[in-house]
């Protein structure tokens, strides 16, 4: 089974940065897309950043573009979530994702990132960041 942990999380100060990371098992995250989705309080739950599986193509929305950057490494099967210059908007639980994305010699999907929370089969159980004012 897939099996995904974050960790990074914590409490930090407006303007403040956090890195969040995420570790991901077994051993084939090469071929997941990967993201990172949050959900504040009385908010759906919204993509905040996506790497497609070969890391070539990155996805951020308004929200997020500019201040956050995601990134992986298939050596480590880690996924991380660089935040900068966040705010109170910014807090929430923030998961881990993964969308099985495997080559397809009929598409091209190397590039492909995944926009959509339902898009996502495998979630990791979140971790809580907090901006204070």
């Known amino acids: 089974q897939v099996q995904l942990v974050e960790s990074g999380g914590g409490l930090v100060q407006a303007g403040g940065s956090l890195r969040l990371s995420c570790a991901f098992s077994?051993?084939?995250?090469?071929?997941?897309?990967m993201g990172w989705i949050r959900q504040a309080p009385g908010r759906e739950y919204e993509v905040v950043a996506a790497?497609?599986?070969?890391?070539?193509?990155?996805y951020y929305p308004d929200s997020a573009k500019g201040r956050f950057t995601i990134s992986r490494d298939d050596a480590q099967n880690t996924v991380s979530l660089q935040m900068n210059s966040l705010t109170p908007e910014d807090t929430a639980i923030y998961y881990c994702a993964a969308a099985f994305n495997p080559p397809n010699p009929n598409h091209e999907s190397s590039s492909r990132v995944y926009t959509e929370s339902y898009t996502y089969r495998y979630w990791g159980q979140g971790t809580q960041v907090t901006v204070s004012s």
């Open positions: 790497i497609s599986r070969t890391g070539s193509n990155s």
């Open positions: 077994p051993s084939t995250f090469s071929l997941y897309a």
